[in-house]
């Protein structure tokens, strides 16, 4: 197999929240979202196994509708932790009901009320799909942010999605191609420091 190693880095290196430099007027292709999803479904899935589900919204009065709810929730979570909105977010906010289409990335079931083993499996079940399709999308110019806000909203975002009983939603990725936008490596400690040998904390000397 011939598998371009650097272009493969690059790709899982930068794919940033882009939240202000899309092009808000170009749809993103619906077999383009599928060839995406299609990537997502390889990700590893526990005993469940293939329990996602992937809901995409692309119908404006639907979109408002969410972005009317996540504009709640983000403000909501910045005045009780008395934080300022930073700009990239409030650009967000501003044009999300505009955005060309929003993911999001369902289970069908819910996770074990007690906090346990089992809990990693429900979520190492589904969020691995959720990064691979963010990854899916970045190879090919789709800009994504990884936003979690509305998982605080459940009962209310089931009720725009149609969603039955026993069904949960994780992340939703607000999607649409870039513009302008230059993605580059995150500001990260480098291996050497967060890898350990053996036993905790045993990091080699060079
Ligand atoms: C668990 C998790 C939840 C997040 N939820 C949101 C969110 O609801 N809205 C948002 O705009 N960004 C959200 N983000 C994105 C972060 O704010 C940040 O933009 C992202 O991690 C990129 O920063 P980095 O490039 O340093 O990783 C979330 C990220 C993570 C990992």
Redesign the pocket.
């Known amino acids: 197999m011939d598998i371009n190693l650097s272009q493969i880095d690059e790709i899982l290196s930068t794919a940033?929240?882009v939240?202000r430099k899309l092009d808000f007027d170009r749809p993103v292709e619906r077999q383009v979202l599928f060839d995406c999803i299609n990537v997502a479904v390889q990700a590893p899935t526990g005993l469940g196994g293939e329990s996602w589900r992937f809901i995409v919204v692309d119908d404006t009065a639907q979109k408002g509708a969410i972005a009317g709810l996540y504009r709640e929730v983000?403000l909501e979570l910045m005045a009780a932790r008395n934080l300022p909105l930073k700009p990239s977010?409030k650009a967000?906010i501003t044009h999300l009901h505009r955005i060309p289409a929003m993911i999001f990335v369902c289970v069908d079931g819910q996770p074990p009320a007690e906090a346990s083993g089992g809990q990693l499996g429900f979520y190492g079940s589904i969020l691995p799909a959720a990064w691979s399709l963010m990854l899916a999308l970045r190879a090919r110019n789709i800009g994504a942010?990884?936003?979690?806000?509305l998982a605080a909203r459940q009962a209310e975002v089931a009720r725009i999605l149609a969603m039955p009983a026993g069904t949960m939603q994780t992340v939703m990725l607000p999607v649409g191609y870039t513009k302008g936008a230059t993605l580059r490596r995150?500001d990260r400690l480098p291996a050497e420091q967060v890898t350990f040998f053996n036993r905790w904390g045993n990091q080699p000397d060079t």
């Open positions: 940033r929240s939240r983000l977010h967000l942010t990884w936003t979690s806000l995150a």
